[in-house]
């Protein structure tokens, strides 16, 4: 049987990290092209249903939020376990998470820094007094129009008064006037404020006690307050005939949504978002701490997991390697691993069947050895580096007069007396000084106390 039919066949790779890595990647591509064309405005919160279905889906990432902080302390902690207890193969393992830790980290602080940074120029610029201004323009503008309009206003009455200077007035005149003018009321008064002519259009009840108002204010020749020209319902002018007479005009009502109006409701919410941006600064924040977490248990994960496909190969092939030094030559390694590593498994496996293959060819030849040595007349003893026996024939036990027994391992001393001791040690010095040695001697006999005869 040949080495490559002695090693088993190593396991099929798993699929699952594969399966979830395409799945995660199909994940991120579907939130980017939802993201990037707008078609999640078209969902929106109508019923208790969604509102609740929001709340689980918030619940739910919490949850894995969590769960994935718990991971990456057990894989940390574990770790550390291995490293105080000097496993294999640990070492290793925490200086390729440092690694990555590091190398992912320096852009993660990038891009935190960058983030936080254009964040807090964006939201000074947006809560400046750039936009009041932007939004206070138009105030000015109207202004300049409101008050452009009401001296128009009372240019025109001033015009009407020096056409209409010689001219009696019917109710019904001064109703044309007030049509083709837009005018609400129309009046021409005598000296004595008594009413010659008059006009007027029929109003609600409210819009009724307004103009009675502005009616009072004139009359009383209070011309110049600001209601009779603020571009805010009534607007009233008033005329001086030649002859003493006077004659009093009165706008239609102005819409009281003006632009000053919305102005000022602009920068009412304005200032409540001036009031939130410490809330948007916090969840901005909030929102890099939650990506740096997730950037960093991403490359935690892959550090551990490129970590154990390399340890684990090279930690079986270290423990294989002291089963060979101790003599379990039968022992494989059976590990999963990847690349050059599965390729050093396989040279692994066939190297240490190939020395089981030459270590049984050589316990036969040494039996063989053994067994031509026994069947010798002549008495052969052999010995290692420290003179400790290794085999011995029965001729070389007859010749020492020794007993039928297993003297592998004995020292010289043990054997012969201290004369032939000697002889022989010098015998076995010169042979390992030049390697090899012949000396022709008579070795003495011995009694039975283990003495010279």
Do not use: C
């Given at each position: 049987?040949?080495?490559?039919?002695?090693?088993?066949?190593?396991?099929?790779?798993?699929?699952?990290?594969?399966?979830?890595?395409?799945?995660?990647?199909?994940?991120?591509?579907?939130?980017?092209?939802?993201?990037?064309?707008?078609?999640?405005?078209?969902?929106?919160?109508?019923?208790?249903?969604?509102?609740?279905?929001?709340?689980?889906?918030?619940?739910?990432?919490?949850?894995?939020?969590?769960?994935?902080?718990?991971?990456?302390?057990?894989?940390?902690?574990?770790?550390?376990?291995?490293?105080?207890s000097?496993?294999?193969?640990?070492?290793?393992?925490?200086?390729?998470?440092?690694?990555?830790?590091?190398?992912?980290?320096?852009?993660?602080?990038?891009?935190?820094?960058?983030?936080?940074?254009f964040?807090?120029?964006?939201?000074?610029?947006?809560?400046?007094?750039?936009?009041?201004?932007?939004?206070?323009?138009?105030?000015?503008?109207?202004?300049?129009?409101?008050?452009?309009?009401?001296?128009?206003?009372?240019?025109?009455?001033?015009?009407?008064?020096?056409s209409?200077?010689?001219?009696?007035?019917?109710?019904?005149?001064?109703?044309?006037?007030?049509?083709?003018?837009?005018?609400?009321?129309?009046?021409?008064?005598?000296?004595?404020?008594?009413?010659?002519?008059?006009?007027?259009?029929?109003?609600?009840?409210?819009?009724?006690?307004?103009?009675?108002?502005?009616?009072?204010?004139?009359?009383?020749?209070?011309?110049?307050?600001?209601s009779?020209?603020?571009?805010?319902?009534?607007?009233?002018?008033?005329?001086?005939?030649?002859?003493?007479?006077?004659?009093?005009?009165?706008?239609?009502?102005?819409?009281?949504?003006?632009?000053?109006?919305?102005?000022?409701?602009?920068?009412?919410?304005?200032?409540?978002?001036?009031?939130?941006?410490?809330?948007?600064r916090?969840?901005?924040?909030?929102?890099?701490?939650?990506?740096?977490?997730?950037?960093?248990?991403?490359?935690?994960?892959?550090?551990?997991?490129?970590?154990?496909?390399?340890?684990?190969?090279?930690?079986?092939?270290?423990?294989?390697?002291?089963?060979?030094?101790?003599?379990?030559?039968?022992?494989?390694?059976?590990?999963?691993?990847?690349?050059?590593?599965?390729?050093?498994?396989?040279?692994?496996?066939?190297?240490?069947?190939?020395?089981?293959?030459?270590?049984?060819?050589?316990?036969?030849?040494?039996?063989?050895?053994?067994?031509?040595?026994?069947?010798l007349?002549?008495?052969?003893i052999?010995?290692?580096?420290?003179?400790?026996?290794?085999?011995?024939?029965?001729?070389?036990?007859?010749?020492?007069?020794?007993?039928?027994?297993?003297?592998?391992?004995?020292?010289?001393?043990?054997?012969?007396?201290?004369?032939?001791r000697?002889?022989?040690?010098?015998?076995?010095?010169?042979?390992?000084?030049?390697?090899?040695?012949?000396?022709?001697?008579?070795?003495?006999?011995?009694?039975a106390?283990?003495?010279?005869?």
């Amino acid at each position: 049987m040949t080495a490559v039919e002695k090693t088993k066949s190593q396991p099929k790779l798993r699929k699952s990290p594969w399966v979830l890595g395409i799945f995660v990647l199909l994940s991120l591509t579907f939130l980017i092209l939802l993201q990037t064309s707008n078609l999640w405005k078209s969902l929106s919160v109508d019923s208790a249903s969604d509102t609740l279905l929001l709340y689980a889906l918030s619940s739910l990432n919490f949850f894995a939020f969590v769960i994935f902080g718990f991971i990456l302390l057990r894989n940390l902690i574990k770790l550390a376990r291995e490293r105080r207890s000097l496993e294999l193969g640990a070492k290793f393992k925490t200086r390729l998470w440092l690694y990555f830790f590091a190398i992912s980290l320096l852009p993660i602080i990038a891009m935190a820094g960058f983030s936080y940074l254009f964040m807090n120029r964006a939201v000074e610029r947006w809560f400046t007094q750039i936009p009041e201004n932007i939004v206070r323009a138009p105030i000015k503008v109207q202004d300049q129009a409101i008050k452009l309009q009401s001296e128009k206003f009372r240019e025109t009455s001033k015009m009407l008064a020096i056409s209409l200077e010689k001219h009696e007035f019917t109710n019904e005149e001064l109703s044309n006037i007030s049509e083709a003018g837009n005018l609400t009321r129309i009046e021409v008064l005598s000296k004595t404020n008594q009413t010659l002519a008059l006009h007027e259009k029929i109003l609600p009840t409210e819009q009724k006690a307004e103009l009675d108002v502005i009616i009072g204010l004139v009359k009383n020749g209070r011309l110049e307050e600001p209601s009779l020209r603020d571009g805010i319902g009534f607007d009233a002018a008033a005329a001086d005939f030649s002859d003493g007479r006077k004659l009093i005009v009165i706008s239609n009502l102005y819409s009281e949504e003006n632009v000053s109006q919305l102005v000022e409701n602009a920068l009412a919410e304005f200032d409540k978002l001036k009031e939130k941006q410490i809330n948007i600064r916090q969840i901005g924040l909030l929102t890099l701490g939650v990506l740096t977490f997730l950037l960093i248990f991403a490359s935690s994960w892959t550090a551990f997991y490129v970590a154990r496909g390399l340890t684990v190969p090279i930690k079986a092939l270290a423990e294989g390697a002291d089963e060979i030094a101790q003599g379990n030559l039968a022992h494989r390694v059976e590990v999963l691993a990847e690349d050059e590593l599965a390729l050093l498994v396989n040279s692994f496996n066939q190297m240490s069947a190939k020395l089981e293959e030459n270590s049984a060819e050589l316990g036969e030849r040494r039996r063989y050895i053994e067994t031509i040595l026994q069947s010798l007349s002549t008495g052969v003893i052999s010995f290692d580096a420290e003179n400790r026996v290794t085999t011995i024939n029965k001729a070389a036990i007859q010749i020492l007069k020794l007993e039928n027994a297993d003297f592998a391992g004995f020292n010289l001393n043990q054997l012969v007396n201290d004369e032939n001791r000697i002889v022989l040690e010098r015998l076995l010095n010169r042979a390992k000084r030049i390697g090899q040695a012949s000396e022709q001697t008579v070795l003495q006999p011995e009694n039975a106390d283990g003495s010279a005869a």
